[in-house]
């Protein structure tokens, strides 16, 4: 064998050994505790408050590789309220997984962070395999009460509020003047009633009122007709008795019995009137205006009479 011959087994022979020595391809490292990380962001934060919690798993480029079985809601600190996930190459040709989750932190106190589950699949092995991570850091919560308070304070009683004194005064003084302004209302309402229902007033204005027809062409037999219907109207209500139903010679006795001072002229113009109604007197148009002058200043008298009668009593009474 020559000297090229024996080298070139040699070679063979080396390289023979060589691809003994070398692993194959599709066999991968076991996925190790230090090739997952985690962060959290802010290490402190109060209760209710977000946390950004990130886990990173770099491997060499499995199949497929997952978070689960993240310890958060019933029973823990924190609620996921949003995550997202994602690989990315290395320059070392590595691959990296990294999941952003977002946790709402409850209760007070150092929390340590969540723990989970890595779970990943290469198509050499028959089974996924699953990496269980503890993390060690933790991250504080502060609460938002008072950390003294330890039990339950009652609840204070409702203090009422003290009774506005001051406004009294302005409502009583409402009150007196409005029980003035009504009482002065009263009396003027009773005053212009009375005013009203004076019977002197009414007998007078319509005598006034024959008076101008007499003047329009009212003949002097009617006119002493009304004369003595209006003093009978007047009578009856100036002195309460039944004028209206009575002869002149009844009204002439009620007004005796009551010592009416100006019952002899009234008498009078009553009798005229009975002339002229039943014995057919016809009397002139200047002799009726002149009665029914005399019968104005009869009652007028009368209303003054009544004015004087009870000024006496009001003096008595007092």
């Known amino acids: 064998m020559s000297a090229r011959c024996k080298s070139k087994l040699a070679a063979l022979l080396m390289a023979a050994g060589l691809g003994t020595a070398i692993p194959p391809a599709s066999v991968s490292a076991t996925l190790r505790p230090a090739d997952v990380r985690v962060s959290a962001e802010p290490d402190s934060l109060f209760a209710g408050e977000r946390l950004r919690y990130v886990i990173t798993v770099q491997h060499d480029h499995r199949d497929s590789i997952s978070v689960v079985s993240l310890k958060a809601g ?30 709402a932190v409850f209760g007070s106190g150092r929390k340590p962070l969540p723990g989970f589950t890595v779970v990943s699949k290469h198509a050499s092995a028959a089974e996924p395999e699953r990496l269980v991570i503890t993390p060690s850091e933790s991250v504080t919560v502060l609460s938002m009460t008072d950390s003294t308070v330890t039990e339950l304070r009652p609840i204070a009683p409702p203090v009422s509020a003290p009774f506005p004194t001051w406004l009294l005064v302005p409502v009583l003084l409402s009150l007196a003047a409005l029980g003035l302004a009504g009482y002065f209302v009263k009396l003027l309402i009773t005053a212009l009633r009375r005013h009203l229902a004076d019977p002197g007033r009414a007998a007078r204005n319509r005598l006034r ?49 009551r010592r009416i001072s100006i019952r002899q002229e009234l008498i ?41 009668e009870k000024e006496p009593l009001m003096e008595q009474s007092e």
């Open 74 to 103: 019933q029973g823990t600190p924190f609620e996921i309220t949003g995550t997202k996930s994602f690989s990315k190459n290395l320059p070392d040709g590595r691959a990296e997984f990294r999941m952003d989750t977002e946790l």
């Open 209 to 257: 009122a024959i008076h101008r027809q007499l003047s329009k062409g009212l003949q002097p037999a009617a006119g002493y007709e009304s004369l003595s219907n209006i003093l009978r109207e007047f009578l009856q209500k100036r002195y309460q008795f039944g004028a209206l139903e009575m002869v002149t010679q009844e009204i002439a006795d009620e007004l005796a019995a």
């Open 268 to 308: 009078k113009l009553l009798d005229e009137a009975d002339l002229v109604k039943f014995a057919d007197r016809r009397p002139d148009i200047e002799e009726c205006r002149r009665s029914l002058r005399i019968a104005e200043v009869l009652v007028a008298t009368a209303a003054e009479a009544e004015t004087t």
